[in-house]
């Protein structure tokens, strides 16, 4: 499977002399202000790197930049003790698209990876998709375009009618 890390930065703000009511989308510089208790939280920026290499703290600091264009009233950013910077890992494949269906070798194993920076968005259908397998259900949507054997070289099975082992 090729799995490579997708890594995600964001950036708090304490303090923020400004700050939006609610959360707040830019869609001109893909990026997401949050109003939180610590502070204003300002995240969409990704890349890939895998595991190993350092954190490029460009991309969290470029947030900033980004959030003062649309909050003009927010001072400069100053020292460390002003901010938090934060990168994590999220799996990807790709395509960008999720690993859903059974294993191949395994199949009582159902395999539901790879949703990138939407997993939280794609959760609860992945896990329609997770159960109408498991119970042996035709799946809600085609899962085709999902399937574990899809990188493998070989025609991608479908996944839609019954579980191997029901």
């Known amino acids: 499977?090729?799995?490579?890390?997708?890594?995600?930065?964001?950036?708090?703000?304490?303090?923020?002399?400004?700050?939006?009511?609610?959360?707040?989308?830019?869609?001109?510089?893909?990026?997401i202000?949050?109003?939180?208790?610590?502070?204003?939280?300002?995240?969409?920026?990704?890349?890939?790197?895998?595991?190993?290499?350092?954190?490029?703290?460009?991309r969290a600091h470029i947030l900033y930049t980004q959030i003062q264009s649309l909050?003009?009233?927010?001072?400069?950013?100053?020292?460390?003790?002003?901010?938090?910077?934060?990168?994590?890992?999220?799996?990807?494949?790709?395509d960008s698209l999720p690993v859903i269906g059974f294993a191949h070798r395994t199949p009582d194993v159902v395999y539901a990876f790879g949703h990138g920076h939407l997993g939280m968005t794609g959760a609860p259908m992945t896990a329609t998709i997770v159960s109408e397998l498991l119970s042996g259900k035709k799946t809600s949507i085609d899962i085709t375009p999902f399937a574990p054997g899809r990188f493998s070289g070989s025609e991608a099975h479908s996944y839609g009618v019954t579980a191997p082992f029901a």
């Open 1 to 31: 499977m090729p799995l490579d890390t997708e890594r995600g930065y964001h950036i708090v703000i304490k303090h923020p002399e400004v700050t939006p009511r609610i959360p707040t989308t830019d869609a001109t510089g893909k990026f």
């Open 33 to 58: 202000a949050t109003p939180m208790e610590m502070g204003l939280r300002v995240a969409g920026t990704v890349e890939f790197a895998g595991l190993a290499a350092a954190p490029n703290w460009k």
């Open 71 to 94: 909050l003009p009233g927010l001072g400069p950013l100053g020292s460390e003790d002003r901010y938090t910077k934060w990168m994590g890992f999220r799996p990807s494949v790709p």
